[in-house]
């Protein structure tokens, strides 16, 4: 499986601050895609990265990608109470649907 | 405008019931998911349709029937429904069958009692 796992699981901090949150996956992508999730909604895409990218931005965030360390990372900076929620990491490899992660689930406490 | 929605947004019910959740889609995808979320929130894919084909069907019990009468539609019936099916059921589109971006629906939490 080339599901993706996010690290850490939980990540609590004030705003203002960068969250930085990771993602490892097992094979080859096409593309690693990241998503938000608040509570008790469904989830909205936040930003693609196609496998021949390092680096993307929109807005406050940053998301990276190291196809040799099969790892990305997705940045927020200045953090607000606003971005609390859950994010995921999904991949996909060739033309297949994506596969999620278990998601990194974010506080930020005003 | 919503451009994936689901209902209902709550099923309660008892084990062995029959039920149904609906999903329409506004975006004109040519491509419907539905994704299972448990209670650890890992979210997994059930089937996908494109264009009214069934071209994902995951290892669920068949139990879980899905049914597109058009490409703006997929609803996911399950029969004999069973404790373990309690969880979130989101409904998901996208423009095509490949690895693109998802734009997914509120979520139905079943609750099976």
């Known amino acids: 499986s080339q599901q993706g796992e996010e690290d850490p699981q939980a990540l609590s901090i004030q705003e203002g601050e960068n969250a930085t949150m990771n993602c490892s996956y097992k094979?080859?992508?096409?593309?690693l895609q990241w998503y938000r999730q608040n509570s008790g909604r469904g989830l909205v895409h936040l930003i693609l990265?196609?496998?021949?990218?390092r680096e993307k931005h929109s807005g406050r965030l940053r998301v990276t990608l190291d196809t040799s360390k099969k790892s990305s990372s997705l940045l927020i900076t200045a953090s607000r109470a606003a971005d609390t929620a859950s994010y995921f990491c999904?991949?996909?490899?060739?033309?297949?649907?994506?596969?999620f992660g278990k998601g990194t689930m974010l506080l930020v406490s005003p | 405008d919503t451009a994936v929605s689901q209902t209902p947004k709550y099923l309660v019910t008892q084990m062995g019931n029959d039920k149904s959740i609906k999903c329409e889609q506004n975006?004109?995808?040519?491509?419907m998911y539905w994704y299972k979320q448990d209670s650890k929130k890992f979210l997994k894919i059930m089937f996908s349709?494109?264009?009214?084909?069934?071209?994902i069907n995951e290892t669920v019990p068949n139990r879980f029937s899905p049914k597109s009468p058009d490409k703006a539609h997929l609803n996911l019936h399950i029969n004999s429904l069973e404790l373990g099916d309690s969880a979130v059921y989101f409904c998901?589109?996208?423009?095509?069958?490949?690895?693109?971006?998802?734009?997914f629906g509120s979520g139905t939490q079943l609750s099976v009692l």
């Open positions: 998901a589109s996208s423009q095509d069958a490949g690895p693109s971006k998802l734009f």
């Open positions: 094979t080859s992508i096409n593309n």
């Open positions: 990265i196609r496998s021949n990218e």
């Open positions: 999904a991949t996909a490899s060739g033309y297949s649907t994506l596969t």
């Open positions: 975006l004109g995808h040519d491509t």
């Open positions: 349709y494109n264009n009214k084909e069934l071209i």
